[in-house]
């Protein structure tokens, strides 16, 4: 009785994992999405290549299983993988960063990160305020080489980028912005760390991370604020990539550069984190 009781404890934790494991996802062909802006990411986890004579900027190294997927991509746009000489990261959660230290190991690459996120980073997910306690979601802990604040940048060859804190999602959520030339054409784009209120995460009373509707807020202020032509974001489906990549040869615009699906997405997410605010508080009162 004791051993059957046992398998089926094993099969049970087993079945957990694999409820929990991130699905790597499928890879997508890479493409320039508009000047020395690039994609190369998969199907849901999105990843940016920008490219200057100095070396390369990539943004979020996913998930470890997915880094022979990005080099496969940068190298099939015809670029060199070990030239990637900064990276970085939306934001500090296992499925944007977890690639980061193969990354780091295979190209040098500079780890900058925002400073609410680098405890997070350099634990490897141990110290996250929401999932400490859940090792499905630990990653291998990386050296952040640089530690980014609100509005700093960073410069590669002639391109800027510049972070914004946008926290909430996680307490170092960055939202970046940097300026592209398309035919001759100035365009401002911007990357959606994320608005996202995930499914536990507590906006009321919470111990761990007290100031995190604030933080929302003012991410929500601050992303309204900005001014966006090319809308991209840390997942693929935030800006509808998938739809977009498959008009970007078949209309004289080009479909990425969509101001109303960013007011439309931030707007959305707006309402999203009052509506889960109004019940937290309003279950908090009624337990009291």
């Given at each position: 009785m004791k051993k059957i009781f046992l398998a089926l404890s094993l099969a049970a934790a087993l079945f957990c994992n694999l409820c929990f494991a991130y699905p790597v996802g499928n890879p997508f062909p890479p493409f320039r999405i508009a000047g020395n802006l690039y994609y190369v990411g998969t199907?849901?986890?999105?990843?940016?290549?920008?490219?200057?004579?100095?070396?390369?900027?990539?943004?979020?190294?996913?998930?470890?299983?997915?880094?022979?997927?990005?080099?496969?991509s940068i190298e099939k746009l015809g670029f060199k993988f070990s030239d990637t000489k900064i990276l970085l990261i939306s934001h500090a959660h296992f499925d944007h960063a977890a690639g980061s230290?193969?990354?780091k190991q295979e190209t040098n690459a500079k780890y900058?990160?925002?400073?609410?996120?680098?405890?997070?980073?350099?634990?490897?997910g141990k110290s996250d305020f929401h999932y400490a306690n859940d090792p499905s979601i630990y990653f291998p802990a990386t050296k952040v080489d640089r530690v980014l604040h609100d509005g700093d940048k960073v410069k590669l060859g002639s391109t800027v980028l510049t972070a914004h804190l946008t926290a909430g999602h996680t307490k170092g959520c960055t939202t970046w912005t940097m300026r592209?030339?398309?035919?001759?054409k100035p365009y401002q784009v911007v990357m959606v760390g994320s608005l996202n209120v995930n499914p536990g995460y507590k906006?009321?009373?919470?111990?761990?991370?007290?100031?995190?509707?604030q933080d929302y807020e003012h991410?929500?202020?601050?992303?309204?604020?900005?001014?966006?032509d090319i809308f991209l974001g840390a997942h693929a489906g935030y800006c509808d990539l998938k739809k977009k990549y498959a008009l970007l040869n078949h209309q004289n615009i080009n479909p990425f550069v969509d101001s109303e699906g960013y007011r439309k997405h931030v707007g959305q997410k707006e309402r999203e984190f009052y509506a889960e605010l109004k019940k937290q508080k309003s279950s908090s009162t009624s337990d009291n």
């Open positions: 199907d849901d986890l999105a990843s940016y290549l920008i490219v200057t004579p100095e070396g390369n900027i990539l943004i979020n190294s996913d998930l470890e299983a997915n880094v022979p997927m990005i080099k496969k230290k193969l990354i900058m990160v925002m400073a609410e996120d680098v405890s997070l980073i350099e634990s490897g592209v030339i398309e035919n001759g906006l009321v009373n919470n111990a761990a991370y007290p100031n995190i509707a991410a929500i202020k601050e992303m309204k604020s900005l001014r966006c």
